[in-house]
């Protein structure tokens, strides 16, 4: 059963991530932790390993379109790398507890961005 | 502008972004647009499309580091992601059809319901 919400989730947070232009990891974090039951920690593990098909897709037609800028992307994703180590020290060293709650911070400030985007 | 503000600007958008995406399990977009937008002055679009470009690397070594701490579960991710794939080709189009401001209203409200959810935990 698992199984088909994870499948209808994905789809779900795909549609609106289409629709949002707000990546997936927003949506799968709380798939993978709330429904799928995985611990926060490795439902963000598991949500960055899902996010890379669909920014795949997303990039390709991106491109199609002329919106990427190939060499700057390129600068930004390599020196992501040391971003990236200090982010899993981080996140693996705080409580789950105080990942959960930051998490849903960031929840309410996407939230907000939108709500804001939507105003008349 | 000068030469030199991308030399320094990227890198740093970089390690920020990346920083952001391994703590919190997202791709990290929702800091690299606007820090493009506002730091070297790209359109929105430009800045969406390289966003996501770059994004696709930080997510690779994201999941190589904590895959190698044994955090990501590999079945999930294909279970959540590959429909994903699918569901961005109909969002993506749906985009330009159905009136957003309803919906995005409706999608911030799900968004606050899921913060609260977590913080009673």
Redo the contacts between chains.
């Keep these: 059963m698992t ?1 088909v919400y ?21 949506l ?5 932790s ?1 429904v ?1 039951g ?1 611990s926060h ?19 390709w ?3 199609r ?1 002329g ?4 060499r ?17 020290a ?3 060293w705080l409580s789950e ?1 105080v990942l ?16 804001w ?2 105003r008349r | 502008m000068s030469r030199t503000r991308p030399v320094v600007a990227l890198p740093a958008i970089g390690l920020a972004a990346g920083f952001f995406s391994a703590l919190f399990g997202v791709g990290g977009g929702v800091i690299v647009v606007p820090l493009l937008v506002l730091l070297l002055g790209y359109s929105t679009r430009w800045a969406t499309g390289t966003s996501l470009a770059a994004i696709g690397l930080t997510a690779l070594f994201g999941m190589a580091a904590y895959g190698a701490l044994g955090e990501v579960s590999w079945p999930d991710a294909a279970l959540v992601g590959f429909p994903a794939m699918l569901g961005t080709f109909v969002g993506t189009r749906a985009q330009q059809k159905v009136p957003t401001r309803v919906l995005t209203i409706l999608f911030s409200v799900l968004l606050v319901a899921v913060a609260v959810r977590l913080f009673i935990g």
């Design positions: 199984v994870a499948l209808v989730l994905g789809f779900a947070a795909g549609i609106l991530s289409g629709l949002f232009g707000v990546g997936g990891g927003i799968f974090v709380p798939t993978l709330l799928v995985l920690l490795s439902a963000e593990a598991t949500s960055l390993a899902a996010i890379i098909p669909v920014v795949a897709v997303g990039a037609q991106q491109n379109y919106n990427v800028r190939w700057p992307a390129l600068v930004i994703g390599l020196s992501s790398a040391g971003g990236v180590a200090g982010g899993v981080l996140a693996t507890g959960e709650r930051l998490f849903a911070c960031l929840l309410l400030v996407v939230a907000a961005r939108l709500a985007s939507a």
